[in-house]
């Protein structure tokens, strides 16, 4: 009986050793306040992390808008220090992240330098579908770099045309006249027209009949322009008098010149319009009319 007990013992030892590592820790409740403690230990450090980068983040941001700001009171325009305050700010969000995510891979026991050596097996296919967004991060930096233009500008891209609004990494935005807001990315920004540097100048165009006086015509634009012109502070200089410049299907164009600060082309544009065609129509100046017969 002795020798069938030993026998019964012998063959549970040798069962109980045949049990799988990861039943035989489960099983301990050893394990499990390992595992407790070990978890409550990373989500403590990651608290803390975080709320050390939000604050990192947070006097990061304060620094450089303070920094924008001595710029703008010293040389730098408004629009201009805006354009670099929002490209540092982006800079500097996107290194603190790329830490903050390699410190906390690090904390949860990941092994990051596996992972960055393993991604060099694929880093060619991802340099191939990261070429556009690096295109965008050069292109942009250089549309700072050469100033071409700065937040607040009135620009023409391609087919768009609007107000910069914003200026990123990777897209700029364009605020269209009707409040369409256009994202473009950088890399298809090859040819800009830039409205806002420098002075404007638009043509005023008068349409008359070939038998018009000229001289008649010219002397009330002539006494307009000296009525107007001080009265109207966006102007640079005195508006330039081109005269008849062609005759397009039966019609003389007479056309006048102004030289306007930026931004301020048209509506002194409409106000030199507005008084030249009711000087005209005071001095008995025909003008001609497009007329449209509804009877027939």
């Known amino acids: 009986m002795n020798k069938y007990n030993s026998i019964v013992n012998n063959n549970q030892q040798q069962n109980s ?15 499990w306040i390992n595992l407790f403690n070990t978890l409550l230990s990373n989500v403590i450090k990651i608290i803390l992390l975080s709320l050390f980068f939000w604050l990192l983040y947070k006097f990061g941001k304060r620094v450089v808008s303070r920094v924008t700001y001595n710029l703008r ?3 730098t325009s408004s629009n201009r220090s805006r354009t670099i305050a929002t490209l540092t700010q982006n800079i500097y969000f996107y290194f603190l992240a790329f830490i903050y995510i390699y410190m ?17 097996i694929f880093s060619l296919a ?15 930096f250089f549309i700072l770099v050469e100033q071409q233009f700065d ?15 914003y200026i990123g990494l990777r897209t700029t935005q364009i605020r269209s006249a009707d409040g369409t807001l256009n994202y473009i990315p950088n890399r298809n920004i090859t040819i800009v027209k830039n409205l806002s540097r420098g002075n404007m100048t638009t043509i005023i165009d008068l349409q008359l009949f070939p038998r018009t006086n000229i001289k008649q015509v ?10 107007l012109t001080p009265k109207i502070a966006d102007l640079v200089q005195a508006p330039q008098i081109i005269g008849p410049i062609d005759v397009q299907a039966g019609l003389l164009h007479y056309q006048i010149s102004l030289s306007t600060k930026n931004g301020a082309q048209l509506a002194v544009k409409r106000q030199f319009l507005e008084a030249y065609l009711a000087a005209l129509q005071q001095a008995n100046i025909s003008m001609p ?8």
């Open 126 to 140: 991802l340099g191939l579908g990261a070429q556009g967004f690096v295109s965008d991060v050069v292109t942009g």
């Open 17 to 31: 050793n045949k049990e799988p590592l990861f039943l035989q820790q489960i099983n301990n409740p050893q394990y």
């Open 289 to 296: 009319e497009n007329t449209l017969d509804l009877t027939q």
């Open 104 to 120: 906390v891979l690090s904390i949860m026991g990941a092994p990051v330098g596996t992972l960055i050596t393993g991604a060099g």
């Open 73 to 75: 009171i010293n040389t």
């Open 218 to 227: 010219t002397q009330v634009i002539t006494q307009v322009n000296k009525d």
């Open 151 to 165: 937040v607040g500008d009135s620009v023409s891209v391609g087919d768009i045309s609007g107000t910069v609004a």
